[in-house]
């Protein structure tokens, strides 16, 4: 199913000149090119009052743009896709959701390579589908270069930190933020000394679990931001363990224990 | 990289610099890149033998050709250094007609204080000297995955062949090495990462100089693009050299030393602050760009277009900690 989606996908972003500046009607047709790619005939609702996107008007950097998503509890969604639609990897991630989980907010940061529709799409128990959308100006964050510490990054590939907010919003729920060093690389930066592209290393699989229960796994691809950052809801039912996976097979895994 | 001299520039440069004379147009074969015609930078000789042109308190543009970093050049007995060729092809031949206004001596150093654009693109202007370029170790790694975004930025600014391009280090400095100019010796240090993980600074000991390059920011806003506690602990160790006079990489041709780091440092350390207390909150990225070093607005030239993106670089440090 994956495998299938991001071809469908690399075909669609191929037909379209991504370079080239849209306007409202290309944007409406790209996000209509993507809602067929990823969900096929599927019907998808305004997801208005039921899930909201919020991310920066105008982005400070474009390698790290911040998006908060909001769900109505009521809702009971078990998947969250998250599209930034003009990017050369429009699906920026996909969140299931396990039994430990409550999506009420989530928030990461991710790429966003020129100005751009970016959208959020719930899928409920009974299996609507719901979406909300927002326009971001931003543009580079896909070729942008790494941070400035290179040294620093590399040595702590892999390492994560894992914060949970002292005050819970709700009785049951904690919310933490999960943070993964990874450089998160897209392929698309050349070397200037073998003139050859540097490999692309990003992370594709992260799987969240409290005691025996999932949290959620994401699916996610180049346009998730540098060290990768999680921000999101659950209902502990046990320590934490983090499970990373990354393009090149390498896999991370860390425990963290809940305040009690 | 530059893969090639480019033979008309060199031929013209040489025969303004070695016989004074203006080769009249129809002599030349090749179209020129009109060094000639590129009027020469406004320099001042802030020490005897040392030169530093201001650069603009702007973001490159075609208008300004990048010209926006303090460059110039070190003239000892037998031998020039130059210190920061320049943020594009034009920049670039304008320090180079600069110093042969000054001097005929042979341009055997083009030192790279880092990687940023608008201190090395005018290395295309150079390379008919054949001069060692000088650069901190980590210059080369920097440029290897940077380079050529940096040179599309500018291309799309100001054209492919108008961008210039860096070359690539003959020297690699690491701790602290010295060079000599002819009875001027000049002490080069590698910096650990601070503005950038390449940072490297000059001594003069003539004149007891501090090149500090973009280790010294005054009246135009820091950029942050290395590591925010390690700049700070840079800073700290630069104001004890025995030196009463510096040359930021922006801001006035000369400063007094340690006094004009004040600013800077309360600067660096306001963001340091401020972003702890944010990440200790719970804050979120997009709140601290909002708020951190609010305060400082009104201290600094191109506040706007840079504390944000200081505060976000801080962050990602910061929430590592």
């Not at chain 1, 719901?130 to 971001?136: A, H, P």
């Not at chain 1, 790494?146 to 702590?156: E, F």
């Not at chain 2, 010209?67 to 180079?96: C, K, T, W």
């Amino acid at each position: 199913m994956k495998t299938s989606v991001a071809m469908s996908l690399l075909i669609l972003t191929a037909s379209l000149p991504a370079q080239a500046a849209e306007d409202e009607a290309d944007r409406a047709a790209r996000w209509k090119d993507l809602q067929h790619a990823v969900f096929g005939d599927r019907v998808v609702e305004d997801g208005n009052g039921i899930v909201t996107l919020d991310a920066p008007a105008r982005a400070m950097d474009a390698a790290l743009v911040p998006v908060t998503i909001t769900i109505d509890p009521a809702a009971h969604v078990k998947t969250l896709y998250l599209t930034v639609d003009s990017n050369p990897s429009p699906l920026a991630g996909t969140f299931h959701f396990g039994p430990a989980a409550d999506p009420h907010e989530i928030r990461t940061r991710v790429r966003v390579e020129q100005y751009t529709l970016m959208h959020a799409v719930v899928e409920t128990d009974d299996g609507r589908l719901l979406s909300t959308e927002r326009f971001v100006k931003a543009a580079g964050g896909c070729s942008a270069p790494m941070g400035g510490d290179a040294k620093a990054a590399l040595s702590r590939l892999g390492q994560m930190r894992f914060r949970v907010e002292a005050t819970p919003r709700q009785s049951g729920v904690d919310t933490a933020q999960l943070l993964i060093s990874h450089p998160n690389n897209n392929g698309m930066q050349v070397d200037q000394l073998s003139h050859n592209f540097i490999p692309a290393r990003y992370i594709q699989d992260i799987k969240i679990t409290s005691g025996d229960q999932t949290v959620f796994t994401l699916d996610a691809d180049i346009s998730l931001s540098e060290n990768p950052s999680l921000t999101f809801g659950f209902r502990p039912a046990g320590a934490i363990e983090v499970q990373v996976e990354d393009s090149t097979q390498a896999v991370f895994k860390q425990s963290f224990t809940l305040p009690q | 990289m530059i893969a090639a001299r480019s033979a008309c520039i060199g031929r013209r440069a040489a025969l303004l610099g070695a016989t004074g004379l203006i080769v009249p147009r129809s002599i030349q074969a090749e179209p020129d890149h009109a060094a000639a015609d590129l009027p020469p930078l406004m320099m001042t000789e802030v020490a005897p033998g040392i030169h530093v042109r201001q650069g603009v308190y702007e973001d490159a543009s075609a208008a300004n050709d990048d010209a926006i970093a303090n460059i110039g050049f070190i003239v000892g007995n037998d031998a020039v250094a130059v210190i920061d060729p320049g943020g594009s092809r034009d920049d670039g031949l304008r320090l180079h007609a600069s110093i042969r206004q000054n001097t005929s001596l042979p341009i055997r150093y083009v030192i790279l204080s880092h990687m940023h654009p608008d201190h090395v693109f005018g290395c295309a202007a150079f390379t008919d000297d054949d001069p060692i370029f000088v650069a901190h170790a980590n210059m080369l790694p920097a440029l290897v995955s940077r380079g050529e975004y940096y040179r599309r930025v500018l291309a799309d600014l100001i054209g492919l062949d108008a961008a210039g391009d860096y070359a690539k280090p003959n020297r690699a400095i690491t701790g602290l090495q010295t060079i000599d100019l002819g009875d001027r010796v000049l002490e080069l240090r590698a910096h650990g990462v601070a503005h950038t993980d390449n940072d490297l600074s000059i001594v003069d000991r003539r004149t007891g100089t501090l090149w500090a390059a973009d280790l010294l920011f005054v009246d135009r806003v820091p950029s942050l693009d290395g590591s925010l506690v390690g700049w700070i602990h840079e800073l700290d160790a630069l104001k004890a050299l025995p030196c009463s006079r510096a040359i930021p990489g922006h801001g006035p041709a000369s400063v007094a030393w340690p006094a004009a780091a004040d600013n800077e440092q309360r600067y660096l350390t306001t963001i340091l602050t401020e972003t702890r207390q944010m990440i200790a909150n719970g804050a979120d990225i997009e709140v601290a760009v909002d708020h951190v070093a609010a305060g400082e607005r009104s201290q600094w030239a191109l506040f706007d277009d840079y504390n944000g993106r200081n505060v976000t670089v801080a962050f990602k440090e910061l929430e590592w900690e």
